[in-house]
């Protein structure tokens, strides 16, 4: 069984260390080197230029914004979904999903359209007598497409654990006279919280590394870290800049997947 498990494992295997250990070597290599091959870590402590830190900073804010946001509006529709029906709480998921299967670019372009001063919005509103609305190019406009693309990575995590919640035991709090909302505090919530954390990671993340977004909705006027490194790649073709930048991005990521497989088997055990 073993022999024939690693069969199995060998092309998945292969295209671990084709795309994911020698791209990671070769991006630490770039960060921690000279252009002569030498040793260093000003490419890595360029992060503390006043530029770079600032387009750091601005995309950790944005970032926890849009998370905050994506919670806030994931977690009453997760609990909808899973109060619902088995048949239709999966064909409402399956509805909240289809839109993830068209093309990230175009679902950005989409609401870069929606959203120009002279964009199907504005034209509805004028012709309406009402007063236009002109966040394109400006922060929210990032945190609406980050809202926007990243919200069902919120909701599945939260309805995955809240669906295998078991209702005999919110029914017995109920029965012992606890109210709807310490029901939620005391047991929902707490129950959850493993969800809770996948989803913060999965939104906050990839919103920490975006670059697309600010381009198309923040009109290149709005430098986030992903834009950074995108320029130190694409125009300056600064392969060391753009990979010392990259592995400060990387030093997130590991806390966030740390915090999460944490918290992970702290919920397999609770359910």
Known sequence: MKSKSKVLSTPYTIWAIGFIIIPLIMVLYYAFTEKDGSFSVSYVAAISDPTNFKALMLS?????????????????????????GVDRSGFIVFIFIL??????????LAWQTLLEKTGVINSVLKYLHLGQINIINTPYAIVLGMVYNFLPFMVLPIYNILAKIDKNVLNAARDLGANEFQVFLRITFPLSIPGVISGITMVFVPALTTFVISDLLGGSKILLIGNVIE???????????????????MIFIVVSMLITNKYDKEGGAVL
């Open 231 to 249: 320029q130190e790649f694409k125009q300056t073709n600064n392969w060391h800049a753009g990979s010392g930048l990259s592995f400060v991005l």
């Open 60 to 84: 950790i804010v944005l970032s926890l914004i849009s998370t905050i946001i994506c919670l806030l509006l994931a977690y009453p529709l997760a609990m909808i979904l899973a109060s619902s």
């Open 99 to 108: 839109p993830m299967w068209m093309n990230f670019l175009l679902r950005t």
